[in-house]
């Protein structure tokens, strides 16, 4: 069964950081574009990050740029997002997702992960 557990999430002051990590299994992790939504108070998913199969390129959205890395570890079936300079603005619940060709797009997201909170107190 093809599975991502996201860890990592908490509680942080604003200017903090804070480290997702997206654990993968049940699928080849390396056939797959790694993503991060957010998702917003009316459910809907905000494009965060992405990062390519073998991490040939990476995009961001634009509030993130600068201050977010997405990275990802294959040999470990492991998606990554590194915060820095985490904002108020930023608190949400943050998914890791894997879509077979990417595209910032969640309807073609295949696999998603449940979730993880994210706090800055300002």
């Known amino acids: 069964q093809a599975r991502l557990v996201e860890s990592g999430g908490g509680l942080v002051q604003a200017g903090g950081s804070l480290r997702l990590s997206c654990a993968a299994s049940?699928?080849?992790?390396?056939?797959?574009?790694g993503e991060w939504f957010r998702q917003t108070p009316e459910k809907e998913y905000e494009f965060v990050a992405q990062?390519?199969?073998?991490?040939?390129?990476?995009d961001y959205a634009e509030f993130v740029k600068g201050r977010f890395t997405i990275s990802r570890d294959n040999a470990k079936n492991t998606l990554y997002l590194h915060m820095d300079n985490l904002k108020p603005e930023d608190a949400g619940v943050y998914f890791c997702a894997a879509s077979r060709w990417g595209g910032h797009n969640h309807e073609e997201v295949n696999y998603w992960g449940q979730g993880i909170q994210v706090t800055v107190s300002s």
């Open positions: 049940g699928f080849t992790f390396g056939d797959y574009v």
């Open positions: 990062i390519t199969w073998k991490a040939e390129t990476t």
